[in-house]
């Protein structure tokens, strides 16, 4: 503001403020005022990949409309409708895209087919963990690249809560050497799916509602959910007796999508509102998987005596590593955007190895010896 600016504008204060009457309950000054930052009503709609019954995941959005409801004294309302109302689990890119819902909540690589530079923002196989992807995706460059690659689908994405390191998955039959895993149809979506494909899996993405009948009705002879607190719940435990431990989801951050005109259509208040509710949500999301983790798992054992739990075989995981760097490359080679996502977590990753291994492995090292 200009001092002249300033000047006209405090002069009609002080000139509204003397002229201010008894005939009103409020000085004419406080209405104008009032009228100036009047809250405009906008009512949103959210369309979620979930089922109502996961909450872990379901909560984000739930969250968020209670913040924004709260933030702007109601005139800012979110509608949630989950996968069973929408009916099209991994429709919420269309839906928002098209401006069907303003919103989604969602996992950045159900994408891949539609954009495959989308994959990096939910985890890479071997990358970064969660304490060491929500850096890079905060300072360094990850929400700005998410969103250059989604503006040109008339999208913005933000990390929308992580699940935290996951498990490897369910697996029917003991899982020996590389002959085991050729011919299984597994669920596992994002780049890990492509990872097993070169090592003879036949990688299926079965949405998250009709998991637990396609693994018992052997529409499906393993796959990956997220961890022992959701996957206990989904009741795989009881038909599949192989729970191995991740290499190929070590964070899982969910997305927020909205609609970019929407969101740019919003008064710059209600979009710094939005910004702030959601990264509450996201780190919030964290914070309910390590705690409700940790209890689950403190039983998970003696309440499934006949679970295996263990690490794939060391030559398996040496494949998969090698397939990993194989897949990335000729990504990269045949896509300059995911190209540079990659070699921008690559560099982060390089620095945090090295950061994470004398701090955090040192120190969790100590804490088992
Ligand atoms: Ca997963």
């Not at 201010?20 to 409020?26: I, L, P, T, V, Y």
């Not at 990949?49 to 209670?66: F, G, M, V």
């Not at 540079?340 to 690559?346: F, M």
């Not at 291994?357 to 804490?367: G, K």
Request: glycine share 8%; proline share 5%; with cysteine.
């Amino acid at each position: 503001m200009s001092r002249r600016q300033f000047i006209r504008n405090g002069a009609l204060t002080a000139g509204a403020l003397a002229l201010a009457g008894c005939s009103s309950d409020k000085p004419e000054a406080v209405e104008a005022r009032d009228e100036a930052t009047a809250a405009p009503k906008v009512e949103w709609r959210l369309a979620t990949s979930w089922p109502a019954n996961i909450k872990l995941l379901q909560n984000a959005a739930a969250r968020l409309a209670e913040h924004m409801a709260a933030m702007t004294n109601g005139r800012f309302t979110i509608a949630i409708d989950p996968a069973s109302k929408t009916k099209a689990p991994l429709g919420v890119f269309d839906f928002v895209r098209e401006g069907q819902y303003q919103m989604g909540h969602s996992a950045s690589y159900y994408w891949k087919g539609k954009d495959a530079a989308t994959q990096p923002f939910t985890t890479m196989p071997f990358g970064l963990n969660a304490q060491e992807q929500a850096a890079w995706f905060w300072y360094g460059g990850g929400v700005e690249l998410m969103n250059e690659v989604y503006a040109k689908h008339g999208l913005l994405s933000y990390p929308g809560g992580n699940t935290g390191v996951q498990m490897g998955g369910w697996f029917r039959r003991e899982i020996r050497s590389l002959a085991d895993l050729r011919g299984l149809k597994m669920r596992i979506p994002g780049l890990a799916g492509e990872i097993l494909a070169r090592v003879g899996v036949n990688p299926v993405n079965v949405p998250p509602g009709e998991l637990y009948t396609a693994l018992e009705r052997n529409v499906i002879d393993a796959l990956e959910w997220i961890n022992p607190y959701l996957d206990e719940s989904m009741g795989f435990q009881q038909i599949a007796k192989y729970y191995y431990t991740v290499w190929h989801e070590p964070t899982g951050e969910s997305q927020f999508l909205l609609n970019k005109s929407a969101f740019e259509a919003l008064p710059v208040n209600y979009q710094s509102m939005l910004l702030v509710a959601m990264k509450e949500c996201s780190f919030d999301m964290l914070c309910e998987s390590v705690y409700h983790n940790a209890l689950t798992w403190s039983e998970f054992q003696a309440q499934h005596p006949d679970v295996h739990v263990g690490a794939l075989p060391d030559d398996v995981m040496a494949e998969l590593r090698r397939q990993t760097e194989l897949v990335n490359a000729e990504i990269a080679s045949e896509n300059a955007e995911f190209a540079a996502v990659l070699d921008s977590q690559e560099q982060f990753l390089a620095a945090a190895k090295e950061w994470t291994a004398i701090s955090e492995q040192n120190y969790l090292d100590l804490r088992e010896a």
